[in-house]
């Protein structure tokens, strides 16, 4: 199964040659479950967008440092590929940015929330066990980096994933779409290094320092392993 991988955003330059970009982490958590899958890049970061919708057998779309309200040449032919993605029921995964964007083209809205920044290990609760979840758990952990969030949940989207802080945690689309705003295909080590990085400047000290103190545990973990299990089983059952 060959999934395009729409490339939104790019790891700092200083974190890459230990960590990989954005798009090796995604290919790393997908291969790590031993689905029959294979990826191709379209970095439409820079304006280099897939022909169809049928292009690839089911999509992925990343993060990014950008807002979907920012400015941007390449915003606005990506919500449209989305909606074409969406209508003609073509797998479809969003995860931070990807989240996001998703909600703003299916009729949501984004904005920077109030809460302020997410980062580091949060906590979210399952309230709705889909298909290609199998047994799902009652909550997952997972590693954040956003200060944006869905603030109006698209009309065709129901919530599988909420916390008090992030309410729009997790959408699905029917049976061909899904979208998480935390990062599974962040691991704790470079979570770290991102947060350290960004310490001070554009993270405040205040929310940094308590993030990084929570990552040092000797017992913190992540459930990316299980959602990269949801992730394989989705794209396997959506064209199945």
């Not at 490339?7 to 974190?15: F, I, K, S």
């Not at 964007?101 to 580091?120: C, D, F, N």
């Amino acid at each position: 199964m060959l999934i395009g991988i729409l490339e939104t955003g790019r790891a700092p330059d200083e974190l890459i040659p230990e960590h990989g970009t954005y798009t090796t982490m995604f290919a790393a958590l997908l291969e790590q479950t031993g689905a029959d899958l294979r990826f191709q890049v379209f970095a439409v970061i820079d304006g280099e967008f897939p022909d169809s919708p049928q292009a690839c057998d089911g999509w992925l779309i990343t993060g990014s440092r950008h807002g979907v309200y920012d400015d941007l040449p390449w915003l606005e032919p990506l919500k449209v590929l989305i909606r074409q993605i969406q209508q003609e029921q073509v797998p479809l995964i969003g995860i931070c940015f990807g989240h996001q964007i998703m909600a703003e083209a299916l009729g949501g809205k984004v904005t920077k929330a109030p809460q302020g920044w997410g980062v580091g290990r949060h906590h979210y609760q399952v309230v709705q066990s889909l298909p290609w979840m199998g047994t799902a758990p009652a909550d997952i952990t997972l590693n954040a980096m956003h200060q944006d969030q869905v603030m109006e949940c698209p009309p065709q989207a129901q919530v599988f994933l909420q916390s008090a802080f992030c309410p729009y945690a997790g959408l699905v689309y029917g049976t061909s779409a899904f979208s998480v705003q935390a990062h599974p295909e962040f691991t704790l080590a470079f979570e770290r290094a991102l947060i350290e990085l960004r310490d001070d400047a554009p993270l405040p000290h205040e929310i940094a320092a308590p993030a990084l103190a929570d990552l040092n545990q000797t017992n913190a973990s992540t459930d990316s392993n299980a959602v990269a299990r949801w992730m394989a089983d989705f794209y396997i059952t959506a064209t199945g």
